[in-house]
């Protein structure tokens, strides 16, 4: 990556690597604090991690957002769990 920079011990494609994972909350402790560390000190991947969160915020909110399913597609869902739970026993 041009112009990678090591902040927090992380370069800024480790950074990026682990975006999503940071953004969902699947990463340790340890890890998130070398993450904002690196945001905190690296403008570039501060800006992108920014856009990207609020991108990925803004998808969440119209994709997760108000979904209504059929009672009878629901209950079609349930019967196919039922069976497929069964078959694996």
């Known amino acids: ?3 990678e920079r090591n902040v927090g011990g992380l370069t800024c494609g480790q950074v990026l ?3 999503s994972d940071y ?3 699947d990463v ?3 890890l998130r604090g070398q993450i904002e560390e690196h945001l905190r000190g690296c403008e570039g991947c501060a800006r992108f991690g920014g856009e990207f969160a609020a991108t990925v915020r803004a ?3 119209h994709l997760l957002g108000d ?4 009672a009878r ?3 079609q869902l349930h ?3 039922v069976r497929e739970s069964a078959g694996k026993r």
């Not at 979904?67 to 059929?70: K, N």
């Open 1 to 3: 990556m041009i112009g």
């Open 67 to 70: 979904v209504h399913i059929p």
């Open 59 to 61: 998808l969440r909110t």
């Open 73 to 75: 597609v629901q209950e």
């Open 79 to 81: 019967e196919a769990l």
């Open 28 to 30: 340790d402790s340890a």
């Open 17 to 19: 690597d682990r975006l």
């Open 23 to 25: 953004l969902d909350g």
